[in-house]
């Protein structure tokens, strides 16, 4: 089988630094030189389909834009790509969301994925008035997917659950084909409403190790269901033709990185709910900077931050959420990728700074490497067609 790997789009802003923001981090702690217009993200979907990835991610939170809305604009300059959309069961009612989720699948041919974000920050919930506590929250997630799964098989919906109530639900268009539900979590809670809901659980980039353990009781889990789900990863990636070329990026990145900053993110990162952020934190020790700095500064390499061969924490030192990267020569990249999939991942959900030029070092180093050793084909053929008109409006100007 043919892994398969998704894309990135940069919703809170993209640069040639790594931009903050992400899982838990403060709304002021996004930006970046390039604006998320339309026209720039098209920029990045157009290469990552013609690159060969199958889809896109999209994220939520209030330190970027919202999914539905950019991808649902991006996705009409664009062919064959599909979109992850992120979303918050807790913000919409599960009958709109099934009913919007077939309205794009009609509009684009079929293209939404969706990724299930319950929300691990109850701080940032609150904003969007959702008072609910953690566990709450995601009992009430198991709820909102047993009506949207229900109402997707053509059913009548009635339910009236701890959190949620619906009378008579029915949707006049089912989606075609149904979007699959990729979810993640770390907690107890999360494993259960994954195993019994979701079709592929995402799980960020942690060690091979630990990344097998998490597997392995996802798998039990869903097991008990009746149920086998598919496994995928989120990392970012900086490939070079040398792996001494990929090292100075990422110290080129890390010398970037402002020690007040660092402090402030890691002292909001420190307070999340999320088991999953903690876990992140825990890889570079809530946030060795001077040490890692030190290091590139007198010609160095930041071994510090790595983690695993090839594997560089130094992304989680400003941004909240998936804070790992592979870091290597293509060659280095490509077999981590296999140590990963030999596991059990089959979907790679990854990105890069700037995420426009690093699809091109992945699709045109990386990919070719994983085709000539059967692990990967291009999903549409040697290239995308491009019949659709794109256009490349200023990265800065509205649409």
Not at 186 to 208: F, H, Q
Not at 274 to 289: F, I, K, P, W
Not at 353 to 375: D, I, M, N, T
Request: charged share 20%; with cysteine.
């Amino acid at each position: 089988m043919s892994l398969t790997f998704h894309w990135f789009l940069p919703t809170n802003g993209d640069s040639r630094h790594v931009v903050g923001g992400g899982h838990g981090t403060p709304v002021t702690a996004t930006g970046g030189d390039r604006p998320p217009s339309i026209g720039y993200l098209t920029q990045i979907a157009r290469a990552a389909e013609d690159l060969g990835f199958t889809g896109a991610l999209t994220p939520t939170g209030a330190w970027c834009e919202d999914a539905w809305l950019t991808t649902a604009m991006v996705s009409q300059n664009t062919e064959r790509l599909k979109f992850l959309v992120a979303f918050r069961p807790g913000f919409l009612s599960p009958t709109l969301a099934a009913q919007m989720a077939s309205t794009f699948q009609w509009q684009t041919g079929g293209r939404l994925l969706l990724n299930v974000v319950t929300g691990g920050e109850s701080h940032e919930q609150r904003a969007y008035g959702d008072f609910l506590g953690k566990d709450a929250r995601y009992r009430r997630t198991g709820e909102f997917l047993e009506v949207v799964r229900e109402l997707w098989k053509g059913k009548a919906v009635d339910l009236n659950g701890e959190h949620l109530q619906v009378e008579g639900a029915r949707l006049t268009r089912l989606p075609n084909p149904v979007p699959q539900v990729y979810f993640g979590g770390s907690s107890p809670i999360a494993g259960e409403v994954a195993a019994r809901y979701a079709d592929v659980y995402l799980t960020w980039g942690e060690p091979p190790a630990q990344v097998a353990e998490k597997i392995a009781w996802i798998k039990g889990l869903a097991a008990r269901q009746g149920r086998a789900l598919r496994f995928g990863i989120r990392l970012h990636v900086i490939s070079r033709d040398t792996s001494e070329q990929a090292w100075a990026e990422a110290n080129r990145l890390l010398d970037g990185f402002d020690p007040e900053t660092v402090r402030s993110v890691q002292a909001g990162l420190a307070r999340s709910e999320s088991e999953g952020q903690q876990r992140m934190l825990a890889l570079h020790a809530g946030g060795s900077l001077p040490q890692a700095l030190n290091s590139v500064r007198a010609g160095g390499t930041p071994t510090a931050l790595e983690i695993h061969p090839n594997l560089w924490a130094g992304i989680g030192l400003v941004r909240g959420g998936a804070g790992t990267a592979l870091v290597g020569s293509h060659a280095e990249v490509a077999e981590r990728i296999e140590e990963y999939h030999a596991l059990g991942i089959e979907e790679f959900v990854l990105s890069g700074y700037p995420h426009l030029e690093e699809a091109y070092w992945f699709g045109e180093g990386v990919l070719p490497k994983l085709r000539a050793k059967g692990l990967w084909r291009h999903p549409y053929g040697r290239q995308a067609a491009s019949s659709v008109h794109v256009p490349f409006t200023d990265a800065g100007s509205p649409r």
